[in-house]
C-alpha cells in the first residue's frame, strides 16, 4: 500500500509539474474587451436569454467583479478607455470626454484629432496626442523594444486609438462615410490583412443586405415594460443613405463586424506565438439602437445582449483555437455610462426641470458687464462649463480670481443649480469626497472656467442641437471580468476601481505600469 501511495504522490508531482510547464511565466497575450455602455442591472436581468459559452461562461471560470467603479463624473466610451489602459483619471490622462471645447478657435474638437496624421480609408485626421499619460500597450512595447506585436480594433475611433495608445502597430475601426475598417498614418504602414478584408468582405459591399431582426422569439423579449411587447422589429441600414453606417455601429451586428477583423488579426499577425507577450484590445456595442429610449427600443435592447452573448461566446472559442486560453490574461469591463432616458413623465410627480446652458451663460455675461463694464466676458460654454474671455480679464486688470468668485456666487442661485465648481476651487481647494470626481474629471488644457452642478432629475437642454441630458447622481456599477492565465474564478463583491486594470496587466506581464497609474495591482487573483 505504501508503494501503491508513493506511485501516486510521485505520478502527482508529474502531472502537475508538466502542467505547470504549459502554462508561460508570463501571458503570451492579452486581451482586453471594451463593451461601450453594458449594464449590470441589464447583465443579469437579460441572462435567462444567454447560452452557456458567453456570459455564463465568464461567470464561471472568471475571477468577477460586480461592482467595479470609475472615481470620476460625466464618463463617457472616450474617458473610459483611456482610464482603462492609463490607469488614471482624465486630471492626469488628458481625455475628458469624446469632445472638447478648443479655447483657441472656440470650437469643440474630437479627442483624437490631429491634422498632422492622415486617415487611411478615412477622411479623418487622427493620433493619439492629446492622450497626456503612457497605456498599459505603450509600457509593453518599450519593455519589449517594440518587438510586442499590439493592436487595437473598435466600431468607434475614440475606442481604437485610445486604447492603441502612442506605440501600438495599428488601431481599427469603421470609418462613419466608407464602412471600411480604417486607419491613421500616425501607426505606420497599414497592414495587409486589414485591407485584403476590407477587398474581400467590405462593409460597404454588404450592409445593403444586412437586415436586424430578433434572434430569438418575439415572446422571450419580456423583461422590460413596454407598450407592446410582441411587436418583432426590422432594421435595414440602407434605409438612411447618408447615415447607414453610423446606424448600424449603434446595433448589435458592428460586433460581428469586429470579430471578423479580430479572426484575421489573430491568423495574421501571429500574435501569441512566441516568447514575446502581444496585446489585442477588442471593443463591443451594447448601448441603444439609434439613440432610442430604453422604453421604445426594448426588444431591441434585449435583443442586443442576447447578441452580445453569441459574440462572446465566439471571441472566447476563437482566442482558445488560436492560442489558448490558459496562454491569454483576458479582461472584459464596460464604459460604465449609458444613453440619458426621456425625462420622468408628469403624472410620476418627480421633481424636476428643464435647465438652458445657453441662458445661464448669457445672463452670467450680463451680470459680469454691468459690474466691470460692457465686453464679452464669457467667450463660451459646452455641457456644463463655461469659459472665460482671460484676454479682456487681462486687458481691463481685472482679477481672474475675483471674477470666479463672482460667477460662481451669481450662478449658484438659478433654479436647477446644486453647485458651483471653478478651476481654481478643484485645482487647488481642499478636497473633500464630494469634490473628487468632479477634480478627477478636470484637466487644465481643455476643461472650462466654471463648471455647474445640476440637481438630479433636472433635464439640461442643449440649445445648439435640441439634445437632452437626464441629469442622474445614482451610484453607478460596471461589471469586471479577470480570466485566463493563471487566474482563479471568484465571485468577489468588494468594490474595484478600474485603474487597477492597468498596474494589475502590468504586474501579470513584469513590466512598469503606465507612468500616471498610482493603484495597486488586483492582488490574489492568481491561483
Not at 499577425?269 to 456595442?285: C, E, I, K, R, T
Not at 470666479?404 to 473633500?432: E, H, I, M, P
Not at 441630458?469 to 468588494?494: D, N, S, T
Amino acid at each position: 500500500m505504501k508503494k501503491e501511495h508513493l506511485l501516486t504522490s510521485l505520478l502527482t508531482l508529474l502531472a502537475l509539474s508538466l502542467q505547470a510547464q504549459n502554462i508561460p511565466e508570463v501571458p503570451k497575450l492579452v486581451v482586453g474587451l471594451t463593451i461601450d455602455q453594458l449594464r449590470v442591472d441589464f447583465l443579469d436581468a437579460f441572462s435567462a436569454l444567454y447560452g452557456s459559452r458567453g456570459f455564463k461562461r465568464l461567470k464561471k471560470e472568471a475571477r468577477f467583479y460586480p461592482q467595479a467603479e470609475y472615481d470620476f463624473i460625466d464618463v463617457d466610451r472616450a474617458s473610459a478607455v483611456a482610464a482603462i489602459y492609463t490607469g488614471t483619471v482624465p486630471y492626469m490622462n488628458g481625455i475628458v470626454g469624446n469632445r472638447w471645447m478648443d479655447r483657441r478657435t472656440l470650437r469643440t474638437i474630437g479627442c483624437v484629432d490631429d491634422a498632422r496624421f492622415m486617415g487611411i480609408y478615412s477622411s479623418e485626421s487622427t493620433s493619439a496626442a492629446n492622450l497626456k499619460a503612457s497605456t498599459i500597450s505603450d509600457e509593453l512595447m518599450v519593455a519589449t523594444q517594440g518587438k510586442a506585436q499590439v493592436y487595437a480594433i473598435a466600431p468607434t475611433r475614440e475606442m481604437a486609438v485610445l486604447a492603441a495608445g502612442h506605440s501600438a502597430k495599428g488601431a481599427f475601426w469603421i470609418d462613419d462615410d466608407t464602412g471600411k475598417w480604417s486607419g491613421s498614418t500616425y501607426y505606420g504602414a497599414f497592414p495587409e490583412w486589414v485591407s485584403a478584408l476590407n477587398d474581400r468582405e467590405g462593409l460597404d459591399t454588404r450592409i445593403d443586405d444586412l437586415v436586424w431582426t430578433p434572434s430569438l422569439p418575439a415572446g422571450v423579449y419580456h423583461y422590460l415594460a413596454t407598450e407592446n411587447p410582441s411587436a418583432a422589429f426590422k432594421h435595414r441600414f440602407s434605409d438612411e443613405k447618408n447615415n447607414k453606417y453610423r446606424r448600424l455601429k449603434t446595433s448589435p451586428l458592428v460586433n460581428d463586424e469586429v470579430n471578423k477583423l479580430v479572426g484575421a488579426c489573430l491568423a495574421s499577425a501571429s500574435m501569441g506565438y512566441d516568447q514575446v507577450p502581444d496585446f489585442l484590445s477588442v471593443a463591443y456595442y451594447a448601448g441603444n439602437y439609434n439613440q432610442l429610449s430604453v422604453h421604445d427600443g426594448a426588444m431591441e435592447i434585449q435583443d442586443a445582449y442576447a447578441r452580445l452573448d453569441n459574440s462572446i461566446a465566439e471571441l472566447l472559442e476563437m482566442l482558445d483555437r488560436r492560442v489558448g486560453l490558459h496562454n491569454i490574461l483576458l479582461f472584459v469591463t464596460s464604459t460604465g455610462y449609458a444613453d440619458t432616458d426621456a425625462a420622468y413623465p408628469e403624472q410620476y410627480r418627480i421633481p424636476g426641470g428643464e435647465f438652458h446652458m445657453n441662458r445661464c451663460a448669457a445672463l452670467l455675461n450680463m451680470y459680469l458687464a454691468a459690474l466691470h463694464g460692457d465686453g464679452q466676458y464669457v467667450e463660451t460654454h459646452t455641457d456644463n462649463e463655461i469659459f472665460l474671455n482671460h484676454k479682456l480679464l487681462e486687458t481691463r486688470n481685472l482679477n481672474l480670481t475675483a471674477i470666479l468668485n463672482q460667477s460662481a456666487d451669481f450662478l449658484v442661485q438659478f433654479s436647477g443649480v446644486k453647485d458651483v465648481y471653478t478651476s481654481q476651487r478643484l485645482q487647488l481647494g481642499s478636497w473633500t469626497p464630494e469634490m473628487a470626481p468632479i477634480k478627477n474629471r478636470y484637466h487644465v488644457a481643455c476643461s472650462g472656467d466654471i463648471w455647474v452642478e445640476i440637481w438630479p432629475g433636472w433635464t439640461i437642454v442643449n440649445d445648439a442641437d435640441g439634445s437632452k441630458q437626464v441629469v442622474r447622481h445614482a451610484y453607478h456599477a460596471v461589471p469586471l471580468f479577470l480570466m485566463g492565465w493563471e487566474i482563479k474564478p471568484e465571485l468577489i463583491q468588494v468594490p474595484a476601481k478600474i485603474g487597477r486594470i492597468a498596474p494589475t496587466i502590468a504586474h501579470a506581464l513584469r513590466i512598469r505600469a503606465p507612468n500616471a497609474s498610482t493603484l495597486a495591482p488586483i492582488a490574489d487573483c492568481r491561483k
